[in-house]
């Protein structure tokens, strides 16, 4: 069927008000998900992947049975705004969600988690350690979400994850949602039988992808240049941990609002930070792979790669973070040497502009 909010329950009016037309991940996932078939949905970053697995996932649980869906994500940020949605799906159909995460008060979890929650978003090792503890039972846990699945699989991720998986009924349903999860499905399949892989590879958005060549020495100083163009809000990419700090230092200096954000930063002060960033407050944010996962930042204009990504799955998710649900945005890639400007043209088409007057423009 063509879902539509009429087929949703009228509670979720408002919390869907935002929402027009339901992408084609939302489409394809519905029935599918809703039949209780294991599910591999891979779409392009922005096109509504979260609520594809939550609107069918979140009908099927049932009011003060305990606990029942489990959804994983690779970090405390993105576990963080994927409970934000599920609270606001959830509240309405009388249902309840614990955040389970590293870092957080492990005492407070526990207390939260007797209560019992129908629903449990949360970090892999968090979630193996009160596993094991017998605080999330999942002898009880009949939906298994694996959100960014391709980074759950990595090793440091899937030593958590796989015991977790191990310990869950033979008759649980398997949800797995990325951006870039094309070659996980053999790895997948051997833990979900009869899994159905759902592939939207095109999505509507109008995004810009450029070069701007310039030696690397004077890369900072087309940041500072960039940084002052009108309504100026980036997120810019690095690679190396140690180049993020050196670029706020000499960007600060130079009066520009360019904050870093590491991946070891507070949870509160990461929070505080992205905040001024979608409140323009922050002109610069900049970030490397690790620390940028699970951002959403509605309607950022502009993703900027300090540095060349050094694979394309890296320059799929720095990308996405631009030209959301069909928006426009623009991808600008400074480019230090012909290394670069050979890796960048295979991930996408790139022309090459300047920046002048404070406008990019084409190189006749």
Request: aromatic share 6%.
């Amino acid at each position: 069927m063509t879902l539509t909010k009429n087929e949703l329950p009228e509670v979720w009016t408002d919390v869907l008000a935002s929402v027009s037309d339901f992408t084609a991940v939302q489409q394809q996932s519905f029935d599918a998900i809703s039949s209780g078939q294991n599910v591999l949905a891979t779409s392009p970053t922005g096109t509504g992947k979260t609520l594809a697995y939550l609107l069918p996932s979140l009908l099927k649980v049932e009011k003060k049975q305990g606990q029942q869906l489990l959804i994983l994500a690779p970090n405390s940020e993105l576990a963080g705004q994927i409970f934000e949605v599920v609270k606001s799906l959830a509240a309405p159909l009388s249902l309840t969600a614990n955040l389970i995460i590293s870092g957080a008060s492990l005492k407070r979890q526990i207390e939260r988690i007797k209560k019992g929650p129908e629903i449990i978003v949360a970090t892999p090792g968090r979630a193996l350690e009160l596993v094991k503890d017998k605080k999330i039972k999942m002898t009880a846990i009949n939906t298994i979400i694996l959100d960014e699945v391709d980074n759950l699989l990595e090793e440091s991720q899937w030593q958590f994850v796989k015991p977790i998986i191990t310990r869950t009924p033979k008759d649980y349903q398997f949800i797995a949602s990325s951006a870039t999860a094309h070659e996980v499905y053999e790895t997948m399949a051997s833990f979900a039988p009869n899994l159905l892989e759902i592939n939207v590879d095109k999505t509507d958005a109008t995004v810009d992808h450029f070069m701007v060549k310039v030696e690397n020495r004077k890369k900072i100083d087309l940041l500072r240049q960039i940084a002052h163009m009108p309504n100026m809000r980036g997120l810019v990419f690095f690679n190396r941990l140690e180049d993020l700090g050196n670029a706020e230092e000499k960007l600060t200096f130079q009066h520009i609002a360019a904050v870093s954000i590491a991946s070891d930063v507070n949870g509160r002060f990461r929070k505080t930070i992205i905040e001024k960033f979608k409140n323009g407050e922050i002109t610069l944010l900049l970030a490397t792979d690790i620390a940028a996962r699970g951002l959403d930042i509605d309607d950022l204009d502009y993703v900027i790669n300090f540095d060349i990504p050094v694979n394309l799955e890296s320059y799929t998710h720095r990308t996405g973070r631009t030209g959301r649900m069909g928006k426009s945005g623009t991808v600008v890639n400074i480019v230090g040497n012909s290394f670069d400007e050979k890796n960048v043209k295979k991930y996408q088409k790139q022309p090459e502009k300047i920046l002048k007057a404070g406008e990019f423009i084409n190189i006749k």
